[in-house]
């Protein structure tokens, strides 16, 4: 069962606009979460994280915004570049965890 | 440079085969992970171990299997009984094994089974 869900496969989003990539979990036992940016037969990349005793964390142009009691957490990437095109994966772990606990994905194409 | 090597790139194999992708960490992490990647499948763990000479089963272990023999080496061996081997596979590491806070990937091993 999946317990890391990203329920929107694609997004397209123009050059210089904001991207929001959503993500939503179940297992309230997860305490720390991450996005992990992947490129066409690469390993994906680690991005930005957030631990569940925050409900934001910035880096640069992104940033992460968890809402515990709705169990969801989005990416904004402002503004968003053509090279930040690739596939975003939500990913989550818990106290007890052994691995992280993936989301299918989202994949954003920026155009110019 | 440290990192994770997963070697080969690209691998073709026939049906009933079995065959050993490669993983190598000179990051000196104690934990390393096994995933696979399927369009549309996000990505499934499959083995993991968290010392050397010690291994779990993932999500989705059924016709794999894996050896840690040293801290920097955990090959995974697709035996001729996994039923879908096409795929992307990502090995990775991390410094903990418990709580894990990031895991940082190789680039993949694309097999292709015929």
């Known amino acids: 069962d999946q317990q890391v869900k990203q329920n929107s496969p694609s997004l397209s989003v123009q050059e210089g606009r904001i991207s929001i990539l959503n993500c939503d979990y179940t297992?309230?036992?997860?305490?720390?979460f991450l996005w992990y940016k992947k490129y066409p037969a690469e390993g994906p990349t680690f991005l930005i994280s957030?631990?569940?005793?925050?409900d934001k964390n910035e880096d640069g142009r992104f940033t992460v915004f968890l809402n515990k009691s709705a169990k969801h957490l989005s990416l904004h990437i402002v503004p968003s570049q053509p090279g930040d095109s690739a596939v975003y994966f939500c990913?989550?772990?818990?106290?007890?965890?052994?691995?992280?606990?993936f989301g299918k994905g989202t994949s954003l194409l920026v155009t110019p | 440079d440290g990192g994770i090597t997963q070697s080969p790139k690209y691998l073709f194999r026939k049906e009933g085969q079995n065959v050993t992708l490669s993983c190598e960490q000179n990051?000196?992490?104690?934990?390393m992970y096994w995933y696979r990647q399927d369009p549309g499948q996000g990505l499934r763990l499959i083995y993991y171990?968290?010392?050397?000479?010690?291994?779990q089963k993932g999500d989705i272990a059924e016709g794999y299997s894996v050896s840690r023999e040293k801290k920097e080496s955990f090959p995974l061996t697709v035996t001729s009984a996994q039923k879908n081997p096409t795929a992307f596979y990502l090995c990775?590491?991390?410094?903990?094994?418990?709580?894990?806070?990031?895991?940082?990937f190789g680039n993949g091993t694309r097999l292709t089974v015929t």
């Open positions: 990051l000196n992490h104690d934990a």
């Open positions: 957030i631990s569940s005793i925050k």
């Open positions: 990913a989550a772990s818990a106290n007890s965890g052994y691995a992280l606990n």
């Open positions: 171990s968290q010392i050397v000479n010690d291994f």
């Open positions: 990775a590491s991390s410094e903990q094994r418990a709580q894990v806070r990031a895991l940082h």
């Open positions: 297992n309230s036992m997860f305490d720390y």
